[in-house]
């Protein structure tokens, strides 16, 4: 039996009676007195097991624990939420306004600008990090208005090494280079990586102060003239470029022949990607282009201003390419000589080099001026008095000086000339007479007629017992003379001084210097400015002197220039050529015999036994 402390529950039951019935004649407070709830509150709870909804006289509700522990959570959380949503929306409104700013510039080496936080355009040229509207990290180059152009070549090398150097930290990963159609690639850079225009465009370094404290404007740049005003940088047009190309010809090295190689290469790759091509020879060793060669292509549009024309990475839309960055521009067609044979990724990747700088040859390699018509002259004697007879032409090209082989065994010192003399005349023999039978008349007729056609750096190398009967020089136009013989060319030469001729004092002349031996970096730095010869012999040349060559010294090396050219237009005409791989100029002979004949039909060999066939540029070379 359940007790229960209220009222005990009536005997009747609660059911509808008739009474209940709404009548639409009674009044409104006789329907209120009817149908109110009075009655029910009066009447106990239909049920005793129900909680009562009238509180108990003189005690309040039990209070909850859980519900005040929740209040005093929730008040400080709903705060913070508060706070945290109007900091987000003030940082919005801060990006949507103020699209970012470049919050880190880095560098990678001793000479870097390291700054972390800077809102600043450093005042040297390298690479920044930079936030785009997303908060995302981006990267570009930036380059002073007042830094000039061309930088100088270890510049532009610094600014790619650094640039390697911010992609991975940028992106954790090792820079690895692909090559795709002939142009370098890095993956993970063009995911990143920020052209300086675009940069301004979209607003990434818009309002970013530059060191002197104003404003740099999206467009100030285009104000900014370009090119070096030279004449091979003509134009037709007044709008700028959308894609170009520009080859910077000055180098550290002292030599031609790199520099010419990958100037045909880089034009080769300048048409692959739709790039205007453009030449800058404003710090040049040899001079002006146009000296030497005839005016490149033109073309109708401009170049950039020059804070727009980056060395890397290589999908930047102005590229620049000189000497000091040929690893960067040409990925992995740089080659590393690990070994002396070749596997086929190997050899696609030569056949690669080999057709961008065929592309460069045919459209660049063209003498101007009194050397032009020397060549015409000297190719149609060579034309009238060998082949014309039945006789054969074979070039062969030594360079000895600073330019070692690869063959272990000479790389101490030089291929013998016995072994250029005798490749010769095998390859003479076996085209004449490829039975080996006995000479018949014609056979005869024809050894007779042919020649043999020598280059080299050492005039030294005409005179010896190899050469000096069976060989010619391959042009006459411009020689390198040994000291001997500017000794005996001086007015007094061979003369003795009777002893009351001499005079009271000695006065101090600077001894002739010859290319006894071949070609030097220090003899040619040392051209009418002996100090900086002496400077480069002991490897504390300067980059880029202060003082530019006098016309004496350009003079000078303007020779030295047009007689190398002169040299390997005339031996690469030749219908065999015989040279060493080790050389640049050899390299040049086999772009120029082309790749079907010259490499595949055996009219370009090489006797540098250190590598077999073809290579193009080579690290650290």
Same mark, same amino acid.
Not at 42 to 61: F, V
Not at 237 to 249: N, R
């Given at each position: 039996?359940?007790?229960?402390?209220?009222?005990?529950?009536?005997?009747?039951?609660?059911?509808?009676?008739?009474?209940?019935?709404?009548?639409?004649?009674?009044?409104?407070?006789?329907?209120?007195?009817?149908?109110?709830?009075?009655?029910?509150?009066?009447?106990?709870?239909?049920?005793?097991?129900?909680?009562?909804?009238?509180?108990?006289?003189?005690?309040?509700?039990?209070?909850?624990?859980?519900?005040?522990?929740?209040?005093?959570?929730?008040?400080?959380?709903?705060?913070?939420?508060?706070?945290?949503?109007?900091?987000?929306?003030?940082?919005?409104?801060?990006?949507?306004?103020?699209?970012?700013?470049?919050?880190?510039?880095?560098?990678?080496?001793?000479?870097?600008?390291?700054?972390?936080?800077?809102?600043?355009?450093?005042?040297?040229?390298?690479?920044?990090?930079?936030?785009? &509207?997303?908060r995302k990290s981006k990267w570009t180059v930036s380059i002073p208005q007042d830094a000039g152009f061309p930088l100088r070549p270890s510049q532009y090398a610094d600014l790619c090494a650094q640039s390697d150097q911010v992609i991975m930290q940028l992106h954790g990963t090792t820079i690895h280079s692909h090559i795709h159609a002939g142009s370098w690639e890095s993956p993970t850079a063009a995911t990143s990586f920020v052209d300086v225009q675009e940069a301004y465009d979209q607003g990434i370094l818009l309002g970013i102060d530059d060191p002197s404290g104003d404003t740099v404007p999206s467009k100030a740049m285009e104000a900014q003239e370009s090119g070096s005003g030279h004449e091979h940088h003509r134009s037709s047009g007044s709008e700028t470029c959308e894609k170009s190309l520009t080859f910077v010809m000055e180098s550290v090295d002292a030599g031609l022949g790199k520099t010419l190689l990958g100037l045909w290469m880089a034009y080769g790759l300048a048409q692959e990607e739709g790039r205007a091509f453009f030449i800058d020879d404003s710090n040049w060793a040899y001079g002006k282009y146009t000296t030497f060669f005839k005016h490149p292509p033109t073309h109708s549009c401009k170049l950039p201003p020059a804070t727009q024309r980056l060395p890397c990475p290589?999908?930047?839309?102005?590229?620049?390419?000189?000497?000091?960055?040929?690893?960067?521009?040409?990925?992995?067609?740089?080659?590393?000589?690990?070994?002396?044979?070749?596997?086929?990724?190997?050899?696609?990747?030569?056949?690669?080099?080999?057709?961008?700088?065929?592309?460069?040859?045919?459209?660049?390699?063209?003498?101007?001026?009194?050397?032009?018509?020397?060549?015409?002259?000297?190719?149609?004697?060579?034309?009238?008095?060998?082949?014309?007879?039945?006789?054969?032409?074979?070039?062969?090209?030594?360079?000895?000086?600073?330019?070692?082989?690869?063959?272990?065994?000479?790389?101490?010192?030089?291929?013998?000339?016995?072994?250029?003399?005798?490749?010769?005349?095998?390859?003479?023999?076996?085209?004449?007479?490829?039975?080996?039978?006995?000479?018949?008349?014609?056979?005869?007729?024809?050894?007779?007629?042919?020649?043999?056609?020598?280059?080299?750096?050492?005039?030294?190398?005409?005179?010896? &017992?190899?050469?000096?009967d069976s060989a010619e020089h391959a042009q006459s136009l411009i020689l390198l003379a040994s000291k001997a013989t500017l000794d005996a060319a001086l007015p007094d030469a061979g003369r003795a001084r009777p002893a009351h001729e001499d005079p009271p004092f000695i006065k101090f002349v600077e001894p002739n210097v010859g290319w006894e031996g071949g070609f030097f970096a220090s003899i040619f730095w040392g051209l009418g400015n002996a100090a900086e010869g002496r400077a480069a012999a002991r490897g504390v040349r300067e980059e880029r002197p202060k003082e530019q060559p006098n016309e004496d010294t350009l003079r000078l090396r303007e020779y030295v220039g047009r007689a190398y050219l002169l040299d390997l237009k005339v031996v690469g005409n030749a219908d065999r050529v015989v040279c060493g791989v080790s050389s640049f100029g050899c390299r040049l002979l086999g772009v120029m015999k082309g790749w079907r004949k010259g490499i595949e039909d055996g009219e370009w060999k090489n006797v540098d036994g250190g590598y077999s066939g073809w290579v193009g540029l080579v690290e650290d070379d």
């Amino acid at each position: 039996m359940i007790h229960s402390s209220r009222q005990a529950r009536p005997t009747s039951t609660l059911r509808r009676t008739a009474s209940a019935t709404p009548s639409f004649n009674t009044s409104p407070a006789e329907f209120s007195k009817q149908f109110g709830f009075q009655h029910l509150l009066k009447s106990p709870l239909p049920s005793p097991a129900l909680p009562s909804i009238i509180p108990r006289h003189g005690k309040k509700p039990a209070p909850r624990p859980f519900r005040k522990a929740l209040r005093i959570i929730a008040r400080p959380l709903i705060w913070l939420c508060g706070l945290v949503t109007l900091y987000c929306f003030i940082r919005a409104l801060q990006s949507s306004t103020d699209e970012s700013k470049a919050v880190v510039i880095i560098a990678g080496n001793t000479n870097a600008y390291n700054a972390i936080g800077k809102d600043t355009i450093p005042n040297i040229a390298a690479p920044i990090v930079v936030a785009d &509207a997303h908060r995302k990290s981006k990267w570009t180059v930036s380059i002073p208005q007042d830094a000039g152009f061309p930088l100088r070549p270890s510049q532009y090398a610094d600014l790619c090494a650094q640039s390697d150097q911010v992609i991975m930290q940028l992106h954790g990963t090792t820079i690895h280079s692909h090559i795709h159609a002939g142009s370098w690639e890095s993956p993970t850079a063009a995911t990143s990586f920020v052209d300086v225009q675009e940069a301004y465009d979209q607003g990434i370094l818009l309002g970013i102060d530059d060191p002197s404290g104003d404003t740099v404007p999206s467009k100030a740049m285009e104000a900014q003239e370009s090119g070096s005003g030279h004449e091979h940088h003509r134009s037709s047009g007044s709008e700028t470029c959308e894609k170009s190309l520009t080859f910077v010809m000055e180098s550290v090295d002292a030599g031609l022949g790199k520099t010419l190689l990958g100037l045909w290469m880089a034009y080769g790759l300048a048409q692959e990607e739709g790039r205007a091509f453009f030449i800058d020879d404003s710090n040049w060793a040899y001079g002006k282009y146009t000296t030497f060669f005839k005016h490149p292509p033109t073309h109708s549009c401009k170049l950039p201003p020059a804070t727009q024309r980056l060395p890397c990475p290589h999908q930047t839309r102005h590229l620049v390419v000189s000497p000091s960055t040929y690893q960067w521009a040409f990925g992995d067609l740089v080659e590393s000589l690990g070994h002396g044979h070749h596997t086929h990724h190997e050899a696609t990747r030569q056949r690669r080099a080999f057709t961008l700088a065929r592309v460069g040859h045919d459209a660049l390699f063209h003498l101007t001026g009194g050397d032009a018509d020397y060549l015409a002259s000297r190719l149609a004697s060579l034309e009238s008095s060998a082949r014309a007879h039945g006789g054969l032409t074979v070039g062969l090209h030594i360079r000895r000086g600073d330019r070692h082989p690869w063959e272990s065994q000479y790389s101490d010192s030089y291929l013998p000339p016995s072994l250029y003399s005798n490749t010769a005349q095998s390859l003479i023999t076996q085209l004449i007479n490829p039975e080996n039978t006995t000479l018949s008349p014609e056979s005869k007729s024809r050894l007779s007629a042919s020649k043999v056609l020598l280059a080299s750096d050492d005039p030294d190398i005409y005179s010896t &017992a190899e050469f000096r009967d069976s060989a010619e020089h391959a042009q006459s136009l411009i020689l390198l003379a040994s000291k001997a013989t500017l000794d005996a060319a001086l007015p007094d030469a061979g003369r003795a001084r009777p002893a009351h001729e001499d005079p009271p004092f000695i006065k101090f002349v600077e001894p002739n210097v010859g290319w006894e031996g071949g070609f030097f970096a220090s003899i040619f730095w040392g051209l009418g400015n002996a100090a900086e010869g002496r400077a480069a012999a002991r490897g504390v040349r300067e980059e880029r002197p202060k003082e530019q060559p006098n016309e004496d010294t350009l003079r000078l090396r303007e020779y030295v220039g047009r007689a190398y050219l002169l040299d390997l237009k005339v031996v690469g005409n030749a219908d065999r050529v015989v040279c060493g791989v080790s050389s640049f100029g050899c390299r040049l002979l086999g772009v120029m015999k082309g790749w079907r004949k010259g490499i595949e039909d055996g009219e370009w060999k090489n006797v540098d036994g250190g590598y077999s066939g073809w290579v193009g540029l080579v690290e650290d070379d």
